[in-house]
């Protein structure tokens, strides 16, 4: 029979993403709800191997709910890749008397956590923590809605000077393997072009275009890259050769970097963590494990995690689509 849960750990690993906070603030709150201990993990997973805890009661996650980063802080650790590093963290796990973890993360996060299971038959339980939007299992993930958010209020002010002096932009935004930051924020923001990871529409593809809205009397242009598409150049490179091509354009380049991953979550992404908290919690005290919290549909469902780091989620074809007849 499996051990009863009297205490669960909850922590933030890899990338940070907004809304994270929230996700630890359910955790602690639907622990405390249950009269189950919790105790909070800093740094991830090289928390765990130094024993870096703290107990965490449901005032210890007063006033966070609004913040963007994480409390626990958040880390890559090279030693939870070793057998030996996973053992210590397991020693430090049941020294202070954890019998489960919540982990916040990626599919990095997700895999370490998936390994610890099967070393030590640990209870786990995932929520899909990244703006990336890139897990196989939900539709959303906690801190992509905020992240496109951040794009598109950037890509509006970039605007504003774009039209003034009817310059073309090239905006560089997250996403090295997948291209929902770009699609989703490109469209709410009325890009001319969105070059994604997922499609190579080829740099022919992109002058047409630009000819095009020259032609059509467009003020100003916004093309969103993202940081892994597949034209083969960088946005500074995109910029030289449109110069080249096209000298009717005058061509700026803007790159986000970081500040997309920061900034106070947006309602949609405090909500999504407060459901999935409760959700991972009173999963773990079901008997589950081993599962990432998911939504789909509005529903909470779980998914195994060996399904949802299989692979990632697939560019929503019906919003490329879409993108193509709004640049008309
Ligand atoms: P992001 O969305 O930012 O990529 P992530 O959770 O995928 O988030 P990673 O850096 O890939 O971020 O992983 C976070 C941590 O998880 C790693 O630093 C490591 O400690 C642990 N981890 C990742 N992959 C493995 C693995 N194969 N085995 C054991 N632990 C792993």
Known sequence: MAKEIKKIAVFTSGGDSPGMNAGIRSVVRACAYLKIEC??????????????????????????????????????????RTAEGRKKAHDQLVNAGIDAFVVIGGNGSFTGALLFNEEYNFPVMGMPGTIDNDILGTTYTIG????????????DKIRDTASSHNRLFFVEVMGRDVGHIALN?????????????????????????????????????IVIVAEGDKTGKNVFELKEYVEEHLPIYDVRVSVLGHMQR?????????????????????????????????????????????EAIKAHTDIDEELIRVSDIMTT
């Open 144 to 155: 992509f809605d905020t992240a496109i958010n951040t794009v598109v209020e950037a890509i």
């Open 39 to 80: 105790v909070g993990i800093y740094r991830g997973y090289q928390g765990m191997i130094e024993g870096d805890f703290a107990p965490m009661d449901a005032r210890s996650v007063n006033n966070i709910i609004n913040k963007g980063g994480t409390i626990l802080k958040s880390a890559r650790c090279e030693e939870f």
């Open 185 to 221: 924020s490109g469209v709410g923001a009325g890009a001319e072009e969105i070059l994604i990871p997922e499609q190579n529409l080829g740099l022919e593809r992109l002058l047409e275009s630009l000819k095009r809205s020259k032609k059509s009397g467009k003020s100003s242009s």
């Open 262 to 306: 920061g900034g106070n979550p947006t309602c949609f992404d405090r909500v999504l963590a407060s459901r999935m908290g409760v959700k991972a919690v009173e999963s773990l005290l079901e008997g589950k494990s081993n599962y990432m919290v998911g939504i789909r549909d509005n529903n909470l469902i779980l998914t195994p995690i060996a």
